[in-house]
């Protein structure tokens, strides 16, 4: 059974700091891409970070580009999204996602692209 538990949410000041992780069970982390999606309240999915098998190439949304970061830990079937000088409108919960890297992504931010989730991590950036 494929499962995906994120954590490393929380309250933080704007400017400030968190580590998201994405715990992977069930499957080989090293055959899956993970993209990281958020969705904050009354609005839809948004995707944020990719991180794909080849090379470890990363994709982010302009939102968040510069600020947040993506690496995977193969070895600890772990993906991390380190998010810094963090904003208010960042303020979403936060997903992991897995689909396996023999399938073709087309659109790195559209949810249907992952078959897998997680449960969800809350970020709350406030003063």
């Known amino acids: 059974q494929k499962q995906l538990v994120e954590s490393g949410g929380g309250l933080v000041q704007p400017g400030g700091s968190l580590r998201l992780s994405c715990a992977c069970s069930g499957f080989t982390l090293d055959e899956y891409n993970i993209g990281w999606f958020r969705q904050a309240p009354g609005k839809g999915r948004e995707g944020v970070s990719d991180?794909?098998?080849?090379?470890?190439?990363?994709y982010y949304s302009d939102s968040v580009k510069g600020r947040f970061t993506c690496t995977r830990n193969n070895a600890k079937n772990t993906v991390y999204l380190q998010l810094n000088s963090l904003k208010p409108e960042d303020t979403a919960v936060y997903y992991c996602?897995?689909?396996?890297?023999?399938?073709?992504?087309?659109?790195?931010?559209?949810?249907?692209?992952?078959?897998?989730w997680g449960q969800g991590a809350q970020v709350t950036v406030s003063s």
């Open positions: 991180i794909s098998t080849s090379h470890d190439t990363t």
């Open positions: 996602a897995a689909v396996h890297d023999v399938v073709e992504i087309i659109d790195w931010t559209a949810e249907w692209e992952y078959g897998y």
